[in-house]
Each structure stands twice: as structure tokens, then as C-alpha cells.
């Protein structure tokens, strides 16, 4: 079994739309959470850091669901440069695990 | 610059030949990871350092495989007798002492290599 799994997609939706992507770990001594964004052809770079308790950066709402062993990710009123891969990261031991990423495109 | 940077940022090589990758982590950052990426998928852990301590190698796919860092700061990835499977996009990252895992890490731009 992965360590991490995610839906790969696509998602496409159109601009202003919310999208939701979800990722299930499969340690349950996980430690730390994470979503990464990666544009093609480009490195992947930290959206942000994923808590119990949720967190929210301007239109992006991340949840985590120990007891389900379940994180999130919304993206609310979408925008075309918000299309990328997004990546979720689970840190166990000393090690990342990243997902194989889910796919967005926002339509104009 | 203030960020991971990695070189070369292309190689294009013959199967069968040796090549090396370069890693400059951001300063200070004491722990150092190494990962590779395939075409459409996801990063696959290769090798990780922290400070002194050994290496974890267990994401090393063969022993053509190696890396060292060298002063606890630059590291060299080197592929031996280089194989058409191993063309991929090699990432370096680096993270901060401190506060262990709630500290993130910082990717370079990678190394696209392609072994003809």
C-alpha cells in the first residue's frame, strides 16, 4: 500500500468554481502535513502546512482528519493561475511522502 | 541566491556513462534530501542526509546509485553506467534545524537528465 494516495483527476473547472482535492496517508504515526503546489515543468513549492484544527490562506481552506487519516484541500472562487498539480505530503520518521498529485485546470 | 539551487540544470548523456549532479542547499539548512521524477509521476525518495549522522540510503534504486555531502553542505548525486530508465528529473531539497517536523522543505529547480 502507498504511503500516500491521492485521485490524480483531472479536475477541470471553470474559473471562479470551488474545488475540492482529498489524500488519505496510510501511517498513523505521521507526524506532519502538507500540500505542495507544482507547475509544469517546474519544482514543487509549499502551499501550505495542513493542522487538526484547519487552516485557511485567503482562498485555500486545508483540513486534517487524523482519525480517518484524511487531508484536504479546498480552493475557493478558482482562478486560471491556480492551475497546477497539487501534491499532498505526509512527513513520518525522517521522510516526506508525496502523493502522485491531482491535476487542475481552471477554465477561462 | 537565497535558494536550493542545482546543477546541471540539463544533461543529456550516452547509456553507459557516469554522471554527477550538484546540489547547493539553502545555508544553514542542515538536513539534505535527494528525489527523482519520471515523467507524470509522483517524487520517489532517493537519499537523505542530516548533519553528521549516516546517510538513509534506502531510497536508492541500485547501487549505480550514490551521494555524498561533503562539509554538511553541497551534495553530489552520481549515477553510474547510466541506463535509459534512469532519464528522469532529480530534485534536490533542503530543510532547517530546529523544529523537526514542523519545518518544511525547499526544493531546487532539478536536473533534467535524459540518457539516450
Known amino acids: 500500500r502507498k504511503e500516500v494516495e491521492q485521485d490524480p483527476g483531472p479536475f477541470n473547472v471553470p474559473e471562479g468554481a470551488t474545488v475540492a482535492f482529498n489524500c488519505t496517508y496510510s501511517n498513523s504515526a505521521s507526524q506532519s502535513f502538507f500540500w505542495y503546489r507544482q507547475d509544469c515543468r517546474k519544482e514543487p513549492k509549499l502551499l501550505m502546512s495542513v493542522y487538526s484544527s484547519g487552516n485557511e490562506d485567503g482562498r485555500f481552506t486545508a483540513q486534517l482528519n487524523r482519525a480517518s487519516q484524511y487531508i484536504s484541500l479546498l480552493i475557493r472562487d478558482s482562478k486560471l493561475s491556480d492551475s497546477a498539480t497539487y501534491l499532498c505530503v505526509v512527513f513520518t520518521g525522517n521522510q516526506f511522502y508525496f502523493g502522485t498529485g491531482t491535476s487542475l485546470t481552471v477554465i477561462p | 541566491g537565497a535558494g536550493v539551487s542545482q546543477s546541471p540544470s540539463n544533461k543529456v548523456t550516452e547509456k553507459g556513462k557516469d554522471v554527477e549532479l550538484r546540489c547547493d542547499p539553502i545555508?544553514?539548512?542542515?538536513?539534505l534530501y535527494w528525489y527523482r521524477q519520471s515523467l507524470g509521476q509522483g517524487l520517489e525518495f532517493l537519499i537523505y542526509f542530516q548533519g553528521n549522522s549516516a546517510p538513509d540510503k534506502s531510497g536508492l534504486p541500485s547501487d549505480r546509485f550514490s551521494a555524498e555531502r561533503t562539509g554538511g553542505s553541497v551534495s553530489t548525486l552520481t549515477i553510474q553506467r547510466t541506463q535509459q530508465e534512469d532519464s528522469a528529473v532529480y530534485l534536490c531539497?533542503?530543510?532547517?534545524?530546529?523544529?523537526?517536523?514542523?519545518?518544511?522543505?525547499?526544493f531546487g529547480p532539478g536536473t533534467r537528465l535524459l540518457v539516450l
Open positions: 545555508s544553514g539548512h542542515t538536513a
Open positions: 531539497a533542503s530543510k532547517r534545524p530546529g523544529a523537526a517536523h514542523q519545518e518544511t522543505q525547499y
